[in-house]
């Protein structure tokens, strides 16, 4: 049985979004899902959609790869539709079936939601997609550094995020393996009813639980040989900089904002 996991995965490419300073991409993502969250008509959803298939299209990341890293919340959006259908009881009906009743505020409350949040979707991937885990780690430290200068660990904060990065495709590896070696004793996982099922992923959670325990006592032993004090005058192999393509983002983020903000004033 194999486990994949995509999300989180770095896509390689020579795009000027992958070039852009992570700590940009940060923030135009932030604003980008606020802005995305706010859409409450088809002229802002269109000129959402419009700007994160650019966005895609100049980071040359093929769209398979995209649907690939939000396939696992399909089912959450699946259900977030079927909610807003049956239960937002809105507007004129159009059909009824039993105690259900399908209205025109809740097919438009449907696929508006399912749209903002398919949208939030692909372009919280986005960054993941085009920026390693390494820079994230670095943006997030630099970013949160005034934390310590009010005595909050923000170096610490940011080098937990790092591991958490490095450490989700080892823990997908062994959870398959361990699958796999269940299996091979005679572990069912695709019988029976739901009660049983949920029994039979027990000893893989149980192994995983110990293995992940197993790996951050290997880290912290690792930190102490090599007499790891945290942030305090580390330096960074390749610095960061802000130039023109990061200034260029910025405007057309905030371009992107702007228009959200008109097409939603009413004329």
């Known amino acids: 049985m194999a486990l994949k996991i995509s999300i989180g995965q770095y896509y390689a490419a020579a795009s000027p979004v992958h070039a852009i300073d992570a700590r940009v991409k940060l923030w135009c993502?932030?604003?980008?899902?606020?802005?995305?969250?706010?859409?409450?008509?088809?002229?802002?959803?269109?000129?959402?959609?419009?700007?994160?298939?650019?966005?895609?299209?100049?980071?040359?990341?093929?769209?398979?790869?995209?649907?690939?890293?939000?396939?696992?919340?399909?089912?959450?959006?699946?259900?977030?539709?079927?909610?807003?259908?049956?239960?937002?009881?809105?507007?004129?009906?159009?059909?009824?079936?039993?105690?259900?009743?399908?209205?025109?505020?809740?097919v438009l409350a449907a696929a508006l939601y399912t749209a903002r949040f398919a949208l939030a979707l692909v372009t919280g991937s986005l960054i993941m997609l085009t920026t390693t885990p390494t820079q994230l780690a670095d943006a997030f430290d630099r970013m949160l550094a005034p934390l310590s200068r009010v005595g909050l660990p923000g170096h610490e904060i940011a080098m937990v995020f790092s591991l958490m990065m490095r450490f989700v495709p080892t823990l997908a590896d062994e959870a398959s393996a361990i699958i796999d070696?269940?299996?091979?004793?005679?572990?069912?996982?695709?019988?029976?009813?739901?009660?049983?099922?949920?029994?039979?992923?027990?000893?893989?959670?149980?192994?995983?639980?110990?293995?992940?325990?197993?790996?951050?006592?290997?880290?912290?032993?690792?930190?102490?040989?090599?007499?790891?004090?945290?942030?305090?005058?580390?330096?960074h192999f390749h610095e960061q900089r802000l130039g023109a393509r990061d200034a260029l983002a910025v405007a057309l983020t905030a371009a992107l904002i702007a228009l959200l903000v008109f097409l939603a004033t009413p004329l």
């Open 181 to 235: 070696a269940q299996s091979l004793r005679g572990g069912a996982f695709d019988e029976g009813g739901p009660v049983r099922r949920v029994r039979s992923i027990v000893p893989v959670v149980v192994a995983l639980l110990a293995s992940g325990l197993r790996h951050a006592d290997g880290l912290s032993r690792a930190l102490d040989a090599r007499c790891y004090e945290g942030g305090a005058g580390r330096t």
């Open 29 to 106: 993502v932030l604003a980008v899902l606020v802005g995305t969250f706010c859409v409450s008509n088809a002229a802002q959803l269109a000129a959402v959609a419009a700007f994160v298939a650019a966005v895609l299209l100049i980071a040359r990341v093929p769209a398979g790869r995209v649907i690939a890293s939000v396939r696992p919340l399909l089912l959450f959006l699946a259900v977030l539709s079927l909610f807003n259908l049956f239960f937002v009881r809105t507007g004129e009906v159009i059909f009824a079936l039993g105690p259900l009743s399908v209205t025109g505020g809740g």
